[in-house]
């Protein structure tokens, strides 16, 4: 009878965790909508002119909304890591994959015909290691400035990240 009282407790506990993580996926969603970056109305927007806000600076001047996108590809990681395996890898494509170590995330990223920065993400694993800012830095990006080798994210609240190309 101790056996099935075991058996029967592991699988209490293991349907408790899932229902754990089901949890607070519902009630993180909203953060990792791919949606949640891009909600600014045309209103919301605003002048080049008076903000430099969800653009993307790739250190030249350029009609064309495909070369500031081309200038985010190739792998990005820390100026400073704090884990050795963080990097953000941009693809051609506007595919985008990122770890801080131990978590991954992947997404979209486009410049569009504005030269406004517009990133999609998707949900992260949550593993505690020593997390780098890097995977979240670009999810949650409204500008993005590029100097030579070095990517500096912006998000909404004025927190800056900087990258430099592997």
Not at 110 to 138: Q, R
């Amino acid at each position: 009878m101790s056996n099935a009282r075991h058996t029967i407790g592991i699988l209490c506990a293991g349907i408790l965790a899932f229902g754990g993580v089901f949890a607070g996926y519902g009630l993180t969603s909203s953060v990792w909508d791919s949606t949640a970056v891009e909600q600014r109305t045309e209103a919301d927007t605003p002048d080049a002119s008076e903000e430099p806000g969800g653009s993307v600076d790739s250190g030249s001047a350029t009609n064309s909304a495909a070369e500031p996108a081309a200038a985010l590809t190739g792998r990005w990681v820390s100026e400073r890591p704090t884990n050795d395996e963080a990097y953000v890898e941009i693809e051609p494509s506007g595919t985008w994959t990122s770890s801080d170590g131990c978590n991954r995330v992947a997404g979209t990223v486009e410049v569009d015909e504005a030269g406004k920065l517009v990133v999609t993400s998707g949900p992260m694993t949550l593993i505690g290691c020593d997390n780098d800012p890097a995977p979240l830095a670009l999810a949650t990006a409204v500008t993005a400035e590029i100097d030579g080798d070095t990517l500096t994210l912006t998000d909404a609240e004025a927190g800056v990240t900087t990258l430099v190309r592997e």
